[in-house]
C-alpha cells in the first residue's frame, strides 16, 4: 500500500547546507528551511547570532531560534503513514539525537536531507527505522522579511599577503599561447604539405615546411618546459602563502571553536587548499587558453568545412548538455566523501591516542570494527563519487567517438564527389581534434570552479569564524600589581543551555594563595578559563588591577600569566624543549624549575637526563611525571600568576608535599583549584564554587 500520495511537482529544491560542528544538526536545518523561505543565509551568520552549544539543541531551544527569525513553528507528534500531512518543507527528529529536513514526500518514499551532509530517498521501511515520531512544522510569521546575509569566501580572500602570483599568472598565460601558437599553425603543414608539395613532387617545399615547422615544435615544447617550471614553484608558493595564511587564522580561533570540532575535520577542511591551488595555478590558465584557442579552432573550422563544423559544435553541446545535468549529483557526492573521509580520519585519530585505553579494555576489535565501518563509508562515498565521474568520462570519449564517425563519413563522401580535397580534410580533422580536446577541457575546468564551492565553504569554517577577541586588543605593556576581580559572572555553554555560573564574584589580592573547592561539574574549570580571558562571560566583568580584562588586554594579562590545566599536553621534543616552550634553553633557570616541581631527580636519573625525548604527547612519561614537567613549564615562563587546576592530582603525598612548599614559597599570585586535602590545606585562603556562586569558607 502506497501511503505517500505524490506531492506536486515542479516546486523548488532545499538546497544543503553541511553542519560544521557536531551538535549543530539543528541550526542547520533551520537554516535550509529558512533559506527555502526566502533568507539567504549561512551557519556562520546564524552561529553568531544565535550559537549552539557543543550539547546541541533540544526541539523547544529550537523553537525559540525559529522564533528569533520569524518562523512559526508547530511541534508535532505523529506516525509515519501522516508524514504526507505536513507542511514540506519541515524539520524531523531523526535517530533520537539528530536532526534532518523531509523536503518532500512521493508515493512511498520520502526525500531527507541531511546537515551531515547526504541527500537521498528513504523508502517506507528505512524511514521507520529512523524517523523517531517528532517533527516542527516551520512557516514565516507576519513580520518575516527575508534577509541577504551569506558571506561567500572569495579566492582573493585566501592569498592576502602572497607576492608573485599575478607574475607567475601572466608568464604562465604567455607560454601558453606559445605552446597553442604551434598546436594552430600543424594543420597548415599537413594541408601544404598533401595539397601543394605532394602533387607537384616538390622535395625542396617538403623540406622547408619540415625545418620551418619541426623549429616551431622545439619552440613549443620549450615554452610546455619553462611552463611547468613556472606552475611548481608557483603552486608551490602559493600552497604554503595560502596554507599558512589559514593555519595563521586557525591558530588565533576562540578556544570554544575547537571544542565544538572534530580533529579530523579541521584536518579535512586544510586539506580542501590543494584542489582550490590546483585550479588557481594550474587550471585557470589553461582554461583562458583553452577558451580562446576553441573559439580561433572553431573559426578555422567554419572557414574550412562548416557542415563538418556544425557535426563538431553540435557533439560538444551534446557533452555540454550531460555534464551539466551530472553536476549536482557530482556536488554532492563530492561532498559525501570530503565528510566521510573527515569522519575516517577523525577515528583514526582518536583511536591512536586511546590505544592504552583500548589496550586494557581489550577492545581493540570493536574499534578496529568502529573504524572499519567509517573507512567503509569514505570508500562507499568515493565509489559513489567516481561512478558520477565514470558518466561523463564515458560520455567525453564516446561523443566524439561517434562525431568523429559521422565526419569522417560526410568529408570522404565530400571528397568522392570533388567537393573537399584531402588537404583540406586532414586540416580539418586536426582543427576538429584541438576543437574538442579544448573546448572539453574548457568546459570540466568550468566544472571544476563550480565544485570549489564545496572546498571554499571548508575553509570559510575558519577563514571567516571570528578571531578570539585577544587578538584584536593592543598588545600593550601595562604595569601589572595583580589584583584580579570578578563581579557578577554568568556563563553557559549555549543560549538554552542552563548557567555553570549564576553571579560568581570573587576578590583576589596580590600574593594571594587561594584554592577554589566544589563538587565535580560544578564550574570550576570555566571559571579558570574567564579568570584566564579563554573564554567570556556572558554577563558580569572580569576587572584585572581595576581595569576591565577586553580593556587591559587579554594577551598582556597572559604575558604576566602561567596555567598548568587539566588538558594540558607536552609535544614531540625533549624535556627541556618543552620546558622552555621550544626557545632556547636558559639551564639554569631549567634547572630551578625542574627542582621546585620536583621532578629534577627523577631527571636526573634518565639516560638522556633534560635532553630526553618525551613521545607523542608525554606518552614516554607517567601520569605524575608529566603533570610535574608541566608544573616547570609553568615556573619556567617566571609569571606573576600562577593558576593550577587539579595541576597536583597525579601526585603521591610526597612529591605533593614538595610541590606544595614550592608553589607557597613563590611570593606571586597563586590560584589552585583542587579536592585533595592536603593541596586545600596549603592555600591561605579557601572558597568554595556551589550552584554556580562562591562560598566564602
Known amino acids: 500500500m502506497n501511503i505517500f500520495p505524490a506531492n506536486f511537482s515542479g516546486r523548488k529544491r532545499v538546497e544543503l547546507i553541511r553542519q560544521t560542528e557536531a551538535a549543530e544538526c539543528g541550526l542547520a536545518s533551520l537554516a535550509m528551511i529558512a533559506n527555502w523561505h526566502g533568507h539567504d543565509v549561512d551557519l556562520n551568520i546564524l552561529r553568531q547570532r544565535f550559537g549552539v552549544s557543543a550539547r546541541g539543541m533540544s526541539l523547544r531551544q529550537l523553537m525559540q531560534t525559529a522564533d528569533g527569525m520569524h518562523l512559526l513553528s508547530r511541534p508535532l507528534k505523529l506516525e509515519l503513514a501522516g508524514l504526507h500531512l505536513l ?8 535517530d533520537l539525537n539528530h536532526f534532518v529536513v523531509l523536503e518532500r514526500v512521493e508515493r512511498d518514499r520520502a526525500l531527507v536531507i541531511d546537515p551531515a551532509g547526504t541527500e537521498r530517498w528513504y523508502d517506507h521501511a528505512e524511514l521507520g527505522r529512523h524517523f523517531s515520531g517528532v517533527a516542527l512544522e516551520l512557516r514565516p510569521s507576519h513580520d518575516f522579511q527575508p534577509i541577504d546575509a551569506r558571506r561567500k569566501l572569495r579566492f582573493s580572500d585566501l592569498w592576502s599577503g602572497i607576492t608573485g602570483f599575478r607574475r607567475a599568472l601572466v608568464q604562465t598565460i604567455i607560454l601558453s599561447i606559445v605552446m597553442q601558437a604551434y598546436i594552430l599553425a600543424t594543420p597548415f603543414y599537413l594541408r601544404a604539405a598533401v595539397d601543394e608539395a605532394l602533387p607537384a613532387l616538390d622535395t625542396n617545399l617538403l623540406v622547408t615546411l619540415a625545418i620551418g615547422f619541426a623549429a616551431l615544435a622545439v619552440i613549443g615544447a620549450g615554452a610546455a618546459l619553462l611552463r611547468k617550471f613556472v606552475l611548481l614553484s608557483s603552486g608551490a608558493a602559493l600552497s604554503y602563502g595560502v596554507t599558512s595564511n589559514l593555519a595563521r587564522r586557525l591558530f588565533r580561533l576562540p578556544i570554544a571553536w575547537f571544542e565544538k570540532r572534530k580533529v579530523g575535520d579541521i584536518i579535512t577542511k586544510l586539506q580542501s587548499v590543494l584542489p582550490i591551488q590546483r585550479f588557481l595555478i594550474e587550471s585557470a590558465p589553461l582554461a583562458l587558453i583553452d577558451g580562446l584557442l ?3 579552432t572553431l573559426g578555422m573550422m567554419l572557414l574550412t568545412a562548416p557542415l563538418l563544423a556544425l557535426v563538431t559544435l553540435v557533439g560538444l553541446l551534446i557533452y555540454s548538455v550531460i555534464r551539466l545535468a551530472l553536476l549536482r549529483e557530482e556536488k554532492l557526492r563530492e561532498a559525501d566523501y570530503v565528510k566521510a573521509l573527515g569522519r575516517e580520519q577523525g577515528a583514526i585519530i582518536e583511536t591512536l591516542r586511546g590505544i592504552v585505553t583500548l589496550r586494557l579494555a581489550g577492545r581493540e576489535a570493536m574499534r578496529h570494527a568502529y573504524w572499519q565501518n567509517r573507512l567503509t563509508d569514505a570508500l562507499g562515498a568515493r565509489y559513489l563519487h567516481e561512478r558520477v565521474k565514470a558518466w561523463h568520462e564515458t560520455a567525453r570519449v564516446l561523443i566524439p567517438a561517434v562525431e568523429l564517425v559521422i565526419i569522417v563519413y560526410l568529408a570522404i563522401s565530400g571528397s568522392m564527389a570533388g567537393a573537399l580535397s584531402l588537404g583540406t580534410l586532414f586540416a580539418y580533422l586536426a582543427y576538429r581534434q584541438q ?27 575558519i577563514a571567516q569564524s571570528d578571531e578570539d577577541g585577544g587578538f584584536s586588543e593592543p598588545l600593550t605593556q601595562p604595569k601589572f600589581e595583580g589584583r584580579i576581580e570578578l563581579r557578577n559572572i554568568h556563563f553557559s555553554y549555549g543560549p538554552h543551555d542552563p548557567l555553570v555560573l549564576a553571579g560568581a564574584d570573587l576578590s583576589i589580592a596580590p600574593g594571594d594563595y587561594i584554592a577554589i573547592t566544589g563538587p565535580s561539574g560544578g564550574g570550576k574549570t570555566t571559571l579558570a578559563k574567564i579568570i584566564l580571558g579563554l573564554i567570556d562571560p556572558i554577563e558580569g566583568q572580569v576587572l584585572i588591577d581595576g581595569r576591565p580584562l577586553s580593556q587591559y588586554g587579554r594577551r598582556a594579562f597572559r604575558q604576566h600569566v602561567a596555567a598548568v590545566l587539566q588538558d594540558d599536553v607536552l609535544y614531540a621534543g625533549s624535556i627541556a624543549d ?26 636526573e636519573a634518565m639516560p638522556m637526563r633534560h635532553h630526553t625525548l618525551v613521545g607523542d604527547m608525554g606518552s614516554t612519561l607517567s601520569g605524575g611525571q608529566r603533570q610535574r614537567v608541566l608544573l616547570a613549564r609553568a615556573l619556567y615562563r617566571q609569571p606573576d600568576l600562577l593558576l593550577l587546576d587539579e595541576g597536583t592530582a597525579h601526585l603521591d603525598l610526597e612529591h605533593e608535599a614538595q610541590v606544595n612548599r614550592a608553589i607557597g614559597d613563590l611570593g606571586i599570585t597563586r590560584i589552585i583549584i583542587a ?7 596549603a592555600a591561605s585562603r579557601v572558597v568554595r564554587l556551589v550552584a554556580g556562586k562562591i562560598d566564602a569558607d
Not at 435 to 457: N, P, W, Y
Open 87 to 94: 507542511n514540506l518543507p519541515a524539520i524531523l527528529h531523526w
Open 294 to 296: 576553441s573559439i580561433l
Open 435 to 461: 576543437f574538442v580536446t579544448a573546448g572539453q577541457s574548457l568546459l570540466d575546468e568550468g566544472i571544476k570552479l563550480r565544485l570549489l564551492d564545496l572546498h571554499l565553504d571548508q575553509l570559510a569554517d
Open 578 to 603: 618543552n620546558v622552555a616552550s621550544f626557545e632556547e634553553v636558559d639551564h639554569e633557570r631549567l634547572t630551578q624549575c625542574l627542582k621546585a616541581a620536583a621532578i629534577f631527580d627523577d631527571i
Open 675 to 681: 579536592h585533595r586535602p592536603q593541596t586545600i590545606a
